[in-house]
C-alpha cells in the first residue's frame, strides 16, 4: 500500500500537537525501565506533560486510576514490573487514555516478548466483551516490531530469540521486502478485535504509524531522521513518553478521536523528536552537549 499523505511534514502541525498537550498537561504514568527514567521525566516536563513513576503493583493500579496516559516500557525487564503493570492495566483498559508498550529487545528476549503479547490478549479478551475503552500502542524498532508480530501465531506454543546488539540495537532483516513487512504488519492487527484500537508505532529512519480502518491497513509516515539520536542511550524512552503526551492530550480534548487523529497526534510526536534533536545536533559539540540540548529543544516545540 502506499502511505497516506503525512500530517507531521509541516512545524505548524507538530506545534499544534505540542501546544495542545502544554494547554492539557496531561498526566503519565511509567512504568519504564532504570536506564532512562530521569530523561523521560525530563522529557515529559519540557513538553508541558506531568510524569510519575509508580512501581508498587497497588500504587501502579491507583495511577492507573489517575492517568491520561500511561507508558510500560519493557527494558530492565522483571517481575516486580510485570506485576505493576498486570494489576494496572484491567483499571487503564476501562478509560479513555493512551497505553504505549515498547517491548525493548523482544527479539533477544523471549520473556519480554511472550509477556507484551500476553498484555495484548488480556486486551482482546476485555474488547471481545465490550470492556476496552483505552488506546494501545505498540513503538518499537523494526528488529522489535517485526519480532512481534511474526510470533503472533495462534499455531505457534513459543517464542523465537535473536541475539540482541545492545539496548538500542536495531537488526537489518536480510531478505524481507517493505511490502512483505506491511503484510506481516496488516496480519498481526487483524488478528485482534476490530473494536480494540491498536497501533504499531515504527521508529528508524523513517517513521511509521500503522493501524486498521474498515480492515484496511492505514499508514502515516514521516521521512526525516537524526543520526545524533541513534548515539544516546534513550531516545526511544523519550519517544514513547511522547506519544503518551500527543495521544493522551489528543483523548483529553476529544474521548471520541477517530483513530486517524490518534495515528496523526503519534508521528507528530516522533517527528516532534526528530526536528528537536536536528536543531539540537546543529549547536551540540558531542553527545553530551547534544542530550542537554534536545532537552532545550523539546522545550521550544510547542511554542514555535
Known amino acids: 500500500m502506499s502511505p497516506s499523505p503525512n500530517p507531521a511534514n509541516t512545524m505548524n502541525e507538530i506545534s499544534a500537537r505540542f501546544d495542545l498537550v502544554r ?31 509508580a512501581f508498587d503493583p497497588q500504587e501502579a493500579a491507583i495511577a492507573a486510576g489517575q492517568a491520561d496516559a500511561i507508558v510500560w516500557n519493557l527494558g530492565t525487564f522483571n517481575s516486580q514490573a510485570t506485576a505493576a503493570i498486570l494489576s494496572s492495566l ?34 482482546a479478551s476485555l474488547a471481545k466483551k465490550d470492556r476496552l475503552v483505552c488506546t494501545i500502542l505498540v513503538r518499537g524498532n523494526e528488529t ?16 523465537q530469540a535473536h541475539p540482541t546488539g545492545g539496548v538500542d540495537h536495531c537488526r537489518k532483516r536480510d531478505g524481507v521486502s517493505f511490502s512483505a513487512k506491511l503484510s506481516i504488519y496488516q496480519l498481526f492487527l487483524a488478528t485482534f478485535p476490530a473494536n480494540m484500537a491498536l497501533f504499531l508505532v515504527e521508529t528508524g529512519q523513517r517513521d511509521h504509524v500503522l493501524f486498521l480502518h474498515n480492515g484496511r491497513l492505514e499508514q502515516l509516515v514521516h521521512e526525516q531522521s537524526c543520526l545524533a539520536l541513534t548515539r544516546i542511550t534513550g531516545a526511544g524512552c523519550v519517544s514513547n513518553t511522547l506519544i503518551a503526551a500527543t495521544t493522551g492530550a489528543a483523548l483529553m480534548a476529544d474521548i471520541g478521536c477517530p483513530r486517524s487523529e490518534l495515528a496523526a497526534a503519534a508521528l507528530a510526536a516522533v517527528a516532534g523528536l526528530v526536528r528537536a534533536g536536528q ?3 546543529n549547536k551540540s559539540a558531542g553527545i553530551g552537549t547534544f542530550r542537554s540540548l534536545l532537552f532545550d529543544e523539546l522545550g521550544q516545540t510547542s511554542m514555535t
Not at 99 to 123: E, K, N
Not at 147 to 158: F, G, H, V, Y
Request: proline residues 7%; contains cysteine.
Open 90 to 123: 484491567p483499571i487503564a483498559a476501562a478509560r479513555p487514555i493512551a497505553i504505549v508498550i515498547d517491548p525493548v529487545a523482544a527479539q533477544a528476549y523471549p520473556g519480554r516478548l511472550q509477556f507484551t503479547l500476553d498484555c495484548l490478549d488480556i486486551f
Open 23 to 53: 494547554r492539557n498537561s496531561p498526566l503519565i504514568h511509567h512504568i519504564s525501565n532504570f536506564v532512562t527514567l530521569n530523561d523521560c521525566a525530563n522529557a515529559a516536563y519540557a513538553v508541558g506533560a506531568r510524569p510519575t513513576m
Open 144 to 159: 522489535e516490531l517485526t519480532a512481534l508480530t511474526q510470533n503472533k501465531d495462534e499455531n505457534s506454543s513459543e517464542t
Open 279 to 281: 536543531w539540537a545536533e
